[in-house]
């Protein structure tokens, strides 16, 4: 099985940045103009899910509960990596509404706000 995950936004490139110098994610596609949207796709390494940001002309309005996030699961050493790359941009480390994720992962916000949770290696 494969998955897709697909939100909106209102600026890819700014995104397009963030997932891949961040967060490692390779762009593996895109498209333009397609019945009004634009959109890029973003893949880690060889797993068999991807994410999808699609944006129009329409207004970008974000709908999201605080208990919607993203957790990413990764080894002792990729955890380390992206750790020092979100201290060397200054991005700044946010509280969860579920105390969860605040004891066990590293939990930081996109350019649109969306929450991106970071399990800690066991």
């Given at each position: 099985m494969k998955c897709?995950?697909?939100?909106?936004t209102h600026d890819i490139p700014t995104l397009s940045t963030f997932?891949?110098?961040?967060l490692g994610f390779s762009l593996i596609g895109h498209f333009?103009?397609?019945s009004g949207y634009d959109g890029i796709f973003?893949?880690?390494k060889n797993e068999s899910w991807?994410?999808?940001f699609t944006q129009s002309n329409e207004s970008?309005?974000?709908?999201?509960?605080?208990?919607?996030l993203l957790a990413l699961y990764h080894n002792q050493e990729e955890y380390e990596v992206l750790l020092?790359?979100?201290?060397n941009q200054s991005i700044e480390i946010i509280k969860t509404k579920n105390p969860y994720w605040?004891?066990?992962a590293t939990c930081i916000q996109d350019p649109d706000g969306n929450i991106i949770c970071i399990q800690k290696p066991s």
């Open positions: 897709r995950i697909a939100k909106h997932y891949q110098k961040i333009k103009d397609h973003f893949a880690y991807h994410l999808e970008f309005e974000k709908n999201t509960n605080p208990d919607d020092s790359r979100i201290k605040n004891r066990a």
